[in-house]
């Protein structure tokens, strides 16, 4: 069957939201029937019916022609047995009653076995179904365009909204739908735990389900008795706002329910409440507007107090709050909202319908790039500790796999005695061995053979990590020098140019007029190459950064943080349209206590280890993803530095007596938060060596 979410309902019972088109071209619903308490396929007349049903299914017509006909049916083997006869006033009461579910999807695994085709696989040349005793062939699967997916299948095909025939092969593993497809087809073998998942990341097997990302009843007596708090597998947080839906520059109409433009502002998205109840939150309220279900303008007020009581009916509100700056508790970040006539402390706001493991630390999500690059006879170590948020990653267990490596229970190590792609593979599991997550990444291995044909002119540019020559100069060093540790290739034709500048961001590099690129209000780096006498760069190395990762960003902050990145890159190809870009993710800050040695102790600060970790993930997240884009995959890489800088170790650190009462025994704790020692900078400029030897020494 073929699901498709989100089209119109019908009578009924418009609780159904799902569409699926059957092989014979009859239009179903398929839904969560009240009445039966089943998932049931419904149909509008008998003949509608497929032939053969399935044994597993339960079945629904709702007007056919016949009166008779109508009812529930189940299919014994051979025809449909009629189960019970339709009861119109109940259907209709509950579906007065009832509010949308606005999807149902596979939570995981996209096949579902019971629709599966025994005796079949897919005939990967043409897409067709063909006869063979040792497979099952999947029913139709929605997959999304140009999007990663990965399974164990034997076979797989893709097809159009149309189901055309686009391309398929005889491999398992990781696969890529083409930029037309709307579904593909798997076979695998008969008996076989079959599965496939959305994103490039093995999820393992799971039994199909589906999901519903929003179930909301109307009504008290089902209400109260349906809730996310009355659950074990939903997390729910005193704090109901979530910042990173706050519009800014706009507040709430309290006459109209809608956002009005107005500098300094900002209000919430939707927020779920009860009627009749009170809310509370420690700043206060401003403008906020009440509305139903249907999200309807009921009534507004202007705050005057702490709190506020719903009216009857209300579903949802949307707050406003004035004025909006990034430290103050009237900021997105710090606004603390919460049911009850008690004003809460703040909390960190926990999505119960989006819960973001990577923040909150209960289930951390494994974040490789696509490459990684190594040299030959050049030791790679790659360090446990940076890929994930979660600073306590003692408590996981890290498997890796990569021919020829050695796994060292904190990082990983590798020394490459051939040029060529590897694949790496790392699994983390919990205390009870559950495999938590897993990404794949391929190890670009290359020898550092001679030196470039003619003349590279390579640019670093930065903030004070870059304005302090360190890696500048080591990486200049193992290229063009002799002799040292590691030793130097003694190349020539390699020509670098330092841009670094203490406590700057991509900001501030296109806007400021101190930014050495911005000539009268705009980024102009042909004139910058004049006037520092420069030859045209064919290469940028970009690491930036930790200025402005003091709190916690909305969404709408990191997009214009990434707009920015799209600026600086635009402009550089306009001015020189042959360069290459190395964008460079800032490794993660010291992991013993060096954010608070720093900064002291903070909630959404500097000092906020949790918060730096994430922020330097998101960074490496937005870099990546920038060098898939089409208009920048041909020229853009990231190099994600923080897995190849040892943070436990080569940071900035003092040994300290475990207590104020003995100082016999000591520990090692932080004394620095974001910038290395001698020897973490040495570790960047390893992981920019071995880049540029990759590109520019073969």
């Not at 009355?230 to 839906?245: A, I, Q, R, W, Y």
């Not at 009268?520 to 950064?545: C, H, K, M, W």
Request: charged share 20%; proline share 5%.
């Amino acid at each position: 069957m073929i699901y498709e979410k989100n089209l119109p309902v019908g009578t009924p019972n418009p609780s159904y939201k799902i569409r699926a088109i059957s092989d014979t071209g009859a239009s179903e619903n398929v839904a969560y029937d009240v009445l039966l308490g089943a998932m049931v396929h419904e149909y509008l007349t008998y003949a509608d019916l497929p032939n053969p049903g399935n044994t597993n299914n339960h079945y629904k017509v709702t007007q056919d022609p016949t009166a008779a006909k109508n009812g529930y049916y189940h299919w014994d083997g051979t025809d449909y047995v009629k189960d019970a006869d339709l009861n119109p006033d109940l259907d209709n009461k509950i579906s007065d009653n009832a509010r949308m579910v606005n999807e149902i999807v596979p939570a995981q695994n996209l096949i579902n076995s019971e629709t599966s085709i025994a005796g079949y696989y897919v005939y990967w040349p043409s897409g067709a179904l063909s006869s063979n005793a040792s497979y099952d062939a999947s029913d139709w699967i929605i997959v999304k365009p140009s999007t990663d997916y990965y399974g164990n299948q034997n076979h797989y095909a893709f097809y159009d909204e149309n189901k055309n025939y686009l391309s398929g092969n005889n491999s398992g593993g990781l696969i890529t739908s083409p930029s037309t497809a709307k579904y593909v087809r798997v076979s695998y073998a008969t008996g076989g735990d079959a599965y496939l998942n959305e994103g490039n990341t093995d999820l393992g097997y799971s039994d199909y389900k589906l999901k519903c990302d929003l179930f909301q009843i109307k009504g008290s007596q089902i209400s109260d008795k349906i809730g996310y708090e009355k659950t074990d597998f939903v997390e729910v947080g005193n704090n109901l706002f979530n910042p990173e839906t706050a519009v800014l520059d706009e507040f709430i109409s309290t006459t109209t329910g809608e956002p009005v433009s107005s500098d300094n502002w900002w209000h919430s998205d939707y927020i779920q409440v009860k009627e009749n109840t009170i809310y509370s939150s420690k700043v206060g309220f401003r403008d906020y507007a009440f509305y139903d279900f249907e999200k309807r303008f009921i009534s507004g007020a202007v705050g005057i107090d702490h709190q506020m009581t719903t009216p009857t009916n209300a579903a949802y509100i949307r707050l406003s709050q004035y004025p909006y700056t990034s430290t103050d508790s009237h900021s997105p970040a710090k606004f603390m909202f919460n049911e009850g006539a008690e004003a809460l402390p703040f909390e960190i706001y926990v999505n119960q319908f989006k819960y973001n493991p990577e923040r909150f630390g209960t289930k951390p999500i494994i974040q490789l790039p696509k490459y990684i690059d190594a040299v030959v006879g050049d030791t790679l170590q790659l360090y446990y500790s940076s890929l994930i948020a979660f600073p306590n990653w003692q408590q996981f267990y890290f498997v890796s796999t990569l021919s020829g490596a050695h796994d060292l229970k904190r990082y990983l190590e590798f020394t490459p005695t051939a040029a060529g792609d590897k694949t790496l593979t790392i699994y983390m599991y919990d205390k009870n061995q559950v495999l938590i997550s897993s990404a794949s990444t391929t190890i670009r291995v290359r020898e550092a053979v001679e030196q470039p044909s003619s003349a590279i002119n390579f640019w670093t540019v930065g903030d004070s990590l870059t304005n302090a020559p360190t890696y500048t100069d080591e990486m200049v060093r193992r290229l063009t020098g002799t002799g040292g540790t590691p030793a130097g290739n003694g190349f020539g034709n390699i020509i670098n140019h330092r841009e670094g500048n203490s406590g700057k961001e991509w900001n501030w590099y296109v806007t400021n007029e101190d930014s050495p690129f911005v000539y009268s209000g705009a980024l102009d780096f042909e004139q910058y190459r004049v006037d520092n006498n420069l030859a045209v760069p064919d290469v940028l190395y970009i690491l930036l950064t930790w200025n402005g990762m003091g709190k916690r960003r909305t969404q709408e902050e990191w997009d214009t943080w990434d707009d920015d990145v799209y600026t600086f890159l635009d402009a550089l190809k306009s001015d020189f349209s042959d360069v290459k870009v190395k964008l460079c993710s800032p490794q993660f800050p010291s992991q013993i206590g060096g954010l608070g040695h720093d900064y002291g102790a903070t909630l959404d600060s500097y000092s906020d280890l949790l918060l730096q970790n994430t922020n330097a993930l998101k960074q490496a997240e937005i870099y990546e993803r920038i060098t898939t884009e089409s208009n920048y995959s041909g020229w853009v890489e990231h190099i994600a530095t923080a897995l190849q800088v040892d943070s436990l170790y080569n940071m900035p650190h003092i040994d300290k007596a475990v207590n104020t009462r003995n100082s016999s025994i000591t520990e090692r704790i932080g004394s620095g938060g974001v910038h290395p020692l001698p020897e973490g900078y040495y570790q960047i400029a390893d992981a920019l060596y071995r880049n540029f030897i990759l590109n520019y020494c073969q």
